[in-house]
């Protein structure tokens, strides 16, 4: 079994397949603890690798570098690829959609917006001809092998919206995204638009849409849902605050206590079960998978 047809076996299942964001190797680390899924957040990545905001300065080399060294560490989870417009040229997306299928990903999303563009719940989007973004979307759609393909509009009209949401769903994309919902009412008008297509729907903290747990959204027929940046704003508040503590204690490290601290050790253990030799033989890792992806959130 593929990395793209043991994700798209885990969306068809019942349930809501929660894929979480994360940013760097620690991150995805410290989630594979909880999760089987990840979801390489472009809004992560631009913060961690650039310390630049989501508005297009990834460059796909360091998108595929960074893929590669994840599917190193973890074999057997999920890996959802955020590729913006593909940036920007068809030739290059379809490129890039090759690279990552041949080092591991599970899927791509791949969104309509036009340069410059933005994170998909931020102001001042603005969106591809829809005829320029399908030409787009089938030239990926034809380069694939077995990658699961997420078909993604920003469209912020309400016409729009439910226009692109059913061209998009006509396509041999796996599922469609519109991002930046702003209701559940919202939600319902896109699931009966895209008819019997899976659906994403797009969680980030501060954002657009209602924050709705796994059972509501399979109450609402969602298919997926990505976590974008739990990890990282996680992280800035922890960070903020532990230097804010050391700065007030005059650069004295807290006392090592009982209370889930996290020292060399800890992050060694977690960081050890990363190495290559502790996940058996290539041949042997994708049989192990399809076993392991096969764990449901809840009801449908």
Not at 113 to 128: E, F, I, M, S, T
Not at 164 to 187: C, P, Q, Y
Not at 194 to 200: E, F, I, R, S
Not at 264 to 289: D, F, K, M, W, Y
Request: negative net charge; charged residues 25%.
């Amino acid at each position: 079994m593929s990395y793209g047809d043991a994700l798209r076996d885990e969306v068809a299942a019942p349930g809501t397949t929660p894929l979480i964001g994360i940013y760097d190797m620690y991150s995805a680390s410290v989630a594979a603890r909880h999760y089987n899924g990840f979801f390489v957040s472009g809004f992560g990545f631009a913060a961690s690798y650039y310390g630049l905001p989501d508005i297009g300065f990834i460059a796909w080399p360091d998108m595929v570098d960074f893929v590669g060294r994840l599917r190193g560490a973890f074999p057997h989870h999920h890996l959802l690829v955020d590729i913006d417009d593909g940036y920007v040229d068809p030739e290059v997306a379809c490129h890039v959609v090759q690279r990552l299928e041949r080092i591991g990903a599970s899927g791509v999303i791949l969104e309509d917006q036009k340069r410059p563009r933005r994170c998909g719940h931020a102001d001042g989007k603005q969106v591809l001809p829809l005829s320029e973004y399908l030409d787009k979307l089938h030239l990926v759609l034809d380069s694939r092998s077995d990658l699961l393909v997420i078909a993604r509009t920003d469209a912020t009209e309400e016409d729009d919206i439910l226009r692109r949401a059913k061209a998009l769903a006509a396509t041999d994309a796996d599922v469609v995204l519109v991002d930046g919902v702003r209701s559940v009412e919202w939600i319902r008008r896109v699931r009966d638009a895209v008819g019997d297509k899976p659906l994403l729907f797009n969680q980030i903290a501060g954002g657009k849409s209602s924050r709705l747990s796994l059972p509501e959204l399979a109450d609402l027929s969602v298919d997926m849902a990505i976590y974008s940046t739990p990890c990282l704003f996680a992280a800035h508040r922890a960070m903020d605050a532990a230097l804010a503590d050391l700065k007030s204690a005059d650069g004295r490290l807290p006392a090592p206590d009982d209370r889930g601290a996290i020292g060399v050790s800890q992050s060694t253990e977690l960081l050890t079960r990363n190495i290559s030799r502790h996940h058996g033989p290539r041949n042997e890792l994708l049989g192990a998978a399809a076993g392991s992806f096969r764990t449901r959130r809840g009801p449908s």
